[in-house]
T-cell receptor, first 115, second 113 residues
């Protein structure tokens, strides 16, 4: 079974600073990988996804993520954080070879942005 | 296009009562899912449906049931609610493309007293 680890529960950065949120996964083959963002009281919005091909994936709101097979990682990055990026971020892995087709989520990283 | 709607937005429920959370999508997606979100645990899959007429158990199915009579609707029923079912519940759907990207509803906040 697949699993996802987000080692940072909470991160605080200053507005304009760069950001990297860590995500490590466990899966026997090449997975589908996703990053979602959840603003307070809201549902989850897809930021980006990796399926195959280029390991650097561009998403919405200026985010990108890099799939590193050797490290089983899919870290999310943004070069300059805006106050509106304050939210909770979830990494998720999807299995290619199961009938269930559901996602396994990490426990989330809460991002706080200081002015 | 509304996407996915969930009802109610929030609910306070007495333990032992029966409750159905509603989920409707207008994207004609084949697959639908129910997750619960608890602090520090992320989202955990309760039940899923790959297509109308079929359902399956997820990671935490006990105490919950689902049905999928048609493509658009996927209700989640708590037959006899318990306080440990206090959570935020999210419905999602996917169109079965190569990555099965899931799209989420706004959630239902349920409190069982």
């Amino acid at each position: 079974a697949q699993s996802v680890t987000q080692p940072d529960i909470h991160i605080t950065v200053s507005e304009g600073a760069s950001l990297e949120l860590r995500c490590n996964y466990s899966y026997g083959a090449t997975p589908y990988l996703f990053w979602y963002v959840q603003s307070p009281g809201q549902g989850l919005q897809l930021l980006l996804k990796y399926f195959s091909g280029d390991t650097l994936v561009q998403g919405i709101k200026g985010f990108e993520a890099e799939f590193k097979r050797s490290q089983s990682s899919f870290n999310l990055r943004k070069p300059s954080v805006h106050w509106s990026d304050a939210a909770e971020y979830f990494c998720a892995v999807g299995a290619r070879d199961t009938g269930r087709r559901a996602l396994t989520f990490g426990s989330g990283t809460r991002l706080q942005v200081q002015p | 296009i509304a996407g996915i709607t969930q009802a109610p937005t929030s609910q306070i429920l007495a333990a032992g009562r029966r409750m159905t959370l509603r989920c409707t999508q207008d994207m004609r997606h084949n697959a639908m899912y129910w997750y619960r979100q608890d602090l520090g645990l992320g989202l955990r899959l309760i039940h899923y449906s790959n297509t109308a007429g079929t359902t399956g158990k997820g990671e935490v199915p006990d105490g919950y049931s689902v049905s999928r009579a048609n493509t658009d609707d996927f209700p989640l029923t708590l037959a006899s609610a318990v306080p440990s079912q206090t959570s935020v519940y999210f419905c999602a759907s996917s169109d079965g493309d190569r990555t099965d990207t899931q799209y989420f509803g706004p959630g239902t906040r349920l409190t069982v007293l």
